[in-house]
């Protein structure tokens, strides 16, 4: 029975891997992962590649935004350097959402996606509670 499976085009011997890469893209010619699959990389090695690519920058909602513009809060390229670091550091203790207190100003960062939710400034944070939030990271 196996040798009629064989013969009529099933080979269970033959991985799904190396049969996929054989098939054409939608672009026509070989799919570029291909490749990768041919050449033994493992799932979690094109996993993790896959998540390395698509780390996202940091960036501000239109809150974030308006009210930084609104309470003159200056934000270098350091800056964001530094909060998007502090976004890896929250994430890698299973923080996702953090209050990042940085150059007298305090941000409520969604860690996960690295978009900043809301920033405000030293004389705003005296008087103010912060709430759900999981973690703090001091710069």
Known sequence: MSDQMIKGGYNPHTSIAERA???????????PRAAEIEAGKSFRELLNRRIEGERKELSFSKHADLRA??????????DLSRLSEAC???????????????????????AGSKV????????????????????????
Do not use: H, W, Y
């Open 69 to 78: 513009k609104e309470r003159n809060i200056a934000i270098e390229a350091s």
């Open 88 to 110: 890896d550091r929250a994430v890698s203790k299973g923080v996702r959402d953090a209050l990042i207190v940085m150059n007298d100003s305090a941000f409520i960062v969604n």
């Open 21 to 31: 890469a054989r098939l054409p893209s939608k672009t026509g010619g070989q799919d």
């Open 116 to 139: 900043v939710v809301t920033v405000v400034d030293k004389n705003e944070m005296k008087d103010n509670i912060f709430t759900n939030i999981e973690g703090a990271v001091f710069l």
